[in-house]
């Protein structure tokens, strides 16, 4: 999806020099909103249209019968352009609440992968061995190949794909980040 | 109070429901049930364009001199790509209007038909919000609740795209007054103790500056008589961006003019110089900036703004206070009286002998001529010979317009109606339209380029058919002035396309559609021919030939700070700019 690449460092505007003064950093945003038609389409909108990147993006309804979403968002940026996506997104109309999980400190990163692995006797092993070693579990298995679960933080995942590159990786699939704040308080 | 209705006939009760009087539009296909319900009816008065652009145009023209929300219904497909125009002039300008789209039958959506275009989709972009309603049993809610969001906070376009079928379905109406918005509750009162807190900033400034923007004109007139009041109170200099002009009286003692890229000098060097800047209502624009690491380098600043995402997006400020210019502004004149603040007054009558010592550039100042008709000089005319009459003026994209907005002293709100976002030509005439629907008595002028009034010159034949006496007043120079002025500026004199070849004849163009058509080009016949137009009681093209290679100045070009002004030449001793020289390479990539 043409959104989910981050856009291209583009050269800076002699109008906007003055505020290319921080460093990128990483965020997770929070965003509940209303789960009408059109409503990702608008999140997403709205990062394309304004320059802003998306390095991770997942969404699921979290309370069916007050049709809410729930939207992850990992962005990159200086801390005034993580302000400004923040009032962006709370601008728009179906956004009930955006929470930074990043400035807030305290939170819980977790995603989900498939990751399908392709070899016999010992890459086979070994792939196996491995993933125990990151307890991950057997979705689906082939004499030459297995499928592993795998859940983590995204740089756990990442260091897993790697290891499975040498002994016969095949494909990956993830879920995005999904994150929630630590201690007794919501959003 | 509930009632079993069609969905077209949802639209036009909800419309009555919400107090709207006149709306614009275009019929098609896709919206005929809807017409079928307006068809004889009383209240609802619809206004028939030539264009769907200029259904939103009059639209915004409605909505920016009347302070209601301004209504278009337009059909699916064309009629809807048509409109796209105007909904981002109105988004960019913060313009209230429901843009009511037919759109082909639900089961049809997404198969190519006829006339259907992905309405939701293309206008995204260019709304505040938009609906696509899928059953009748939503249609009041979204109708109502569409009103409240294109008004509410900062205002904007907000379209509904109702499907045939669902304008033929039958369901139950609701009123207006059982929709609350579940999620956009904008704040309107401003955090007190920032409040506060920049009362204090006001009273220890030696050298401050109001920095006002159409903000305060959609917070309707009360929030520019508080203004008023609150400069009445500090006595501190104020200047406005081109979409506030009128909230403060051009003729009041602290008017410094407007700022920015065509700003006067003593506007831009009280910005530039200012230890403290309120900023109210203005959003701190590239045109009113200029080059922003020399921005008002030493100031401190305030930013009173109804959406929070503008404060700190361009420009880092010191305090932000979210909330309606109206409610801010009061606490703000109710603390400086109530806790008995004042000025340092000391400081500030330096401070505005440093100013007057800019006023004496006289940066609006030209060389009139009696052989050829100056444009500033013929807005000046024209401002003298309208202002003690019921007056509003809108304009078109370019030279003229940012001569009228510099030349032409505005003294109300509401009464300036121009493009400042998008600075879309074709915009001045169907918002005249508007404009006089609204104020059907009043004196609605649009003043205009000869390249831009083309645009939408169509619209010339909706004037005559509800004998709309608008009056169209071209500062005809032959060229698109504004791009050859830049062409001057930036490609040596190279005037590329910006020649306006081919011109129709205004005068027996005028006569074509059926009104009245002035020509002039003797200085010293100009106010006679004012005269004339403003006593014709129909629509008049007034085709004003003026000097074709004047130059708008001041100009801070692109890339440049405030203090770095081009001003104009020819009646004093500066001299000539060098102007393929003022401009750097890194300048040239701006626009
Ligand atoms: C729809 C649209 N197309 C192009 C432009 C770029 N543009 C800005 S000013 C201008 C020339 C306008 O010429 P005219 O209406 O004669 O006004 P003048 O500058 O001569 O007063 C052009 C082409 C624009 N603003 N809007
Ligand atoms: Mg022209």
């Given amino acids: 999806m043409n959104a989910l690449t981050p856009a291209p460092a583009s050269p800076p505007s002699p109008y906007s020099s003055a505020l290319v003064t921080s460093k990128a950093e990483s965020h997770t945003l929070s965003v509940l909103v209303d789960n009408e038609p059109g409503v990702l389409a608008r999140v997403v909108g709205l990062f394309s249209g304004r320059g802003y990147n998306i ?98 933080a995204p740089s756990k995942i990442d260091h897993f794909v790697e290891l499975m590159r040498p002994v016969g990786l095949v494909e990956v699939s993830r879920t995005g980040v999904a994150a929630i704040s630590r201690g007794p308080d919501g959003m | 109070m509930s009632r079993q209705m069609t969905g077209a006939e949802m639209v036009v009760t909800a419309l009555e429901d919400q107090g709207v009087d006149t709306i614009f539009g275009y019929p098609g296909g896709a919206v005929l049930p809807i017409y079928d319900a307006l068809f004889g009816h009383q209240s609802v008065k619809h206004v028939l364009v030539r264009h769907e652009q200029g259904a939103g145009h009059a639209a915004e023209g409605y909505a920016r001199s009347s302070g209601k929300v301004g209504v278009l219904l337009v059909t699916s497909g064309p009629g809807a790509t048509n409109a796209v125009t105007a ?231 010191d305090l932000g206070i979210v909330g309606d210019c109206a409610f801010v502004l009061e606490d703000m004149v109710r603390l400086w009286r109530s806790e008995g603040h004042g000025a340092d007054r000391a400081a500030l009558a330096e401070w505005w002998g440093r100013i007057d010592g800019w006023r004496k550039r006289n940066s609006l100042g030209f060389a009139n001529s009696t052989s050829v008709i100056k444009p500033q000089h013929a807005i000046r005319r024209l401002h003298e010979l309208t202002k003690d009459r019921d007056t509003y003026i809108t304009t078109e994209v370019g030279q003229h317009q940012m001569w009228a907005a510099q030349h032409y002293g505005f003294e109300k709100p509401n009464r300036w109606m121009t493009s400042g976002g998008l600075g879309t030509m074709g915009y001045g005439l169907p918002a ?94 100009l106010d006679a021919a004012i005269l004339r137009m403003i006593d014709t009681p129909k629509a008049v093209i007034f085709d004003c030939v003026v000097e074709r290679e004047e130059n708008c100045f001041p100009m801070i070009p692109s890339g440049k700070a405030h203090n770095e002004m081009l001003l104009p030449t020819g009646i004093d001793d500066w001299g000539a700019p060098d102007l393929g020289a003022v401009i750097d390479e890194k300048g040239k990539m701006l626009v």
């Avoid at chain 1, 977790?110 to 579990?137: D, H, I, Q, T, Y």
């Avoid at chain 2, 249609?139 to 379209?159: K, M, T």
């Fill in chain 1, 55 to 152: 390095e991770s993006l997942t969404v699921a309804e979290v309370a069916h019968a007050d049709h809410q979403s729930r939207i992850t968002i990992l962005t990159s940026g200086t801390p005034e352009a993580i302000e400004q996506i923040r009032h962006q997104l709370e601008r728009l109309v179906p956004v009930h609440r955006v929470t930074d999980l990043t400035a807030q400190g305290n939170f819980v990163e977790r995603e989900l992968a498939m990751v399908k692995v392709r070899g016999r006797g010992e890459n086979r092993m070994e792939a196996l061995r491995l993933s125990e070693a990151f307890r991950g579990r057997v979705v689906d298995a082939t004499t030459e190949s297995f499928t592993f679960e795998l859940t983590g």
């Fill in chain 2, 87 to 317: 909904l981002t002039d109105a988004l960019l300008d913060s313009i209230p209007l429901v843009c009511i789209t037919g759109q082909v039958p639900t089961h049809l959506i997404g198969s190519d038909a006829f006339q259907e275009c992905d309405t939701t989709g293309i206008t995204r972009h260019c709304t505040k919000h938009n609906y696509l309603v899928r059953r009748v049993e939503d249609l009041p809610r979204i109708l109502h609740e569409a009103f409240w969001v294109a008004s509410h906070g900062r205002p904007g376009p907000v379209v509904i795209d109702i499907p045939k079928d669902v304008q033929f379905a039958t369901g139950t109406y609701v009123g207006p007054q059982n929709i609350v918005h579940k999620t956009y509750q904008p704040r309107v009162k401003g955090e007190m103790d920032r409040i506060r807190h920049a009362v204090a900033l006001m009273a220890a400034a030696k050298r401050p500056v109001f920095y006002t923007g159409g903000g305060v004109i959609n917070a309707g007139p009360e929030a520019s008589a508080l203004l008023r009041e609150l400069v009445g109170l500090t006595n501190f200099p104020i200047t406005s961006t081109l979409m506030g002009l009128g909230s403060y009286p051009a003729s009041g003692e602290n008017w410094l003019g407007m700022l920015g890229m065509h700003g006067t000098y003593e506007a831009n060097h009280a910005m530039h110089d200012c230890d403290l800047m309120i900023a109210v209502g203005a959003r701190f624009d590239d045109r009113i900036t200029g080059r922003l690491d020399a921005f008002s380098p030493g100031s401190t600043k305030i930013h009173i703004d109804i959406d929070p995402s503008s404060i700190n997006k361009v420009v880092k400020v």
């Fill in chain 2, 432 to 525: 005249a339209i508007g404009v006089q629907m609204a104020h059907p008595d009043a004196l609605v002028i649009d003043v205009a380029g000869e390249a831009s009034i083309l645009m939408n010159m169509q619209e010339m034949s909706t004037a005559l058919q509800y004998r709309l006496p608008v009056k169209i007043f071209i500062l005809n120079n032959s060229y698109m002035g504004m791009v050859r002025q830049w062409q001057e500026l930036l490609h040596g004199s190279r005037y590329s396309e910006s020649y306006s070849e081919a011109l129709p004849d205004f005068v027996k163009l005028a006569e074509a559609y059926g009104g009245v058509g002035i020509r002039c080009e003797d200085p010293a016949e």
